[in-house]
C-alpha cells in the first residue's frame, strides 16, 4: 500500500467523529419510558450503537444487546417510530465533536483530500448533526444506514462510495471505530484505520486487523499530512 495514492477519505460518524451515544441515549430512553418499558443506563446504550436505528431500538426493547427473537414486529416498529421523532428533537444536546476532530478535517480538506461520510445512522440525521457542530459544508458525499438496502459491514455502500465519487478503492482510505467499518472495507478491498476510542462492542478493534490503529484522532492527521509534506 502506499499513502500518496490515497485522496478519498471515508469516515463512519458515531464514535470516530461524534461522541454521539449520550443523545442517543436520551432518545432511547424517552422511547422506553413511552413504551412503558425499564430504561437503560447511558454506559450500557454506548455498547449498544452502530448498528443502526433499529438494532438499537431492539436492543432497548430486549434489555440486552442480545436481541429477544421473540419480541412483537409491531411493537419493534411502533418504538422504532417514536425514536426517530424523540431523536430529531435532540440530535445535538450533549453529542460533540471527539478531540482534534473539527480542526483535523478543515486541515485535511484544505490539503486536498475528498471527504465523505458512510455511517449506518439514517440519513435524515447526518446534515443536521455535522451542521450543528459546524461542520455542515465539510464532506462531498453523506451515505446513511437507509441510503441503500444494505449497511455496514456490507460492502455496498463503500462500493456505492466509489461510483458516487468516480474513485477506485485504490485511492480510498476507510476510517471508522467499529469493526462494522473493518469489515465492509475489507470485502470492498479499501485500505482502513480503526479508532479505538469510540464503540466497538467492547472490543478491540486492532483484532479486526485495519491497516493503522490509533488511538487518537490527531495520529490520522499526522499520517496524512506528513504524507502530504
Known sequence: MTLPDKNVLLFDLDGTLVDSAPDLALALNRTLEDLNKPLVDQHTIRGWVGNGAKVLVQRGLSGSATINELLDT??????????????????????????????????????????????????????????????????????????????????????????????????????????????????????SVGLTYGYNYGEDISLYQPQWCFDHFKALLTLLIKNEE
Open 74 to 191: 409491531a411493537l419493534v416498529e411502533e418504538a422504532l417510530t417514536i425514536f426517530l421523532a424523540h431523536y430529531q428533537q435532540c440530535l445535538c444536546i450533549e453529542s460533540a465533536l471527539y478531540n482534534d476532530v473539527k480542526e483535523g478535517l478543515f486541515t485535511l480538506k484544505l490539503a486536498g483530500y475528498r471527504l465523505a461520510i458512510i455511517t449506518n445512522k439514517p440519513a435524515i440525521f447526518i446534515q443536521p448533526i455535522l451542521q450543528g457542530l459546524g461542520l455542515g459544508n465539510v464532506f462531498e458525499l453523506l451515505i446513511g444506514g437507509d441510503t441503500l438496502p444494505q449497511r455496514k459491514p456490507d460492502p455496498a455502500p463503500l462500493h456505492y462510495a466509489l461510483a458516487q465519487l468516480n474513485v477506485t478503492a485504490e485511492q480510498c482510505l476507510m476510517i471508522g471505530d467499529s469493526k462494522n467499518d473493518i469489515l465492509a472495507a475489507q470485502a470492498a478491498k479499501i485500505d
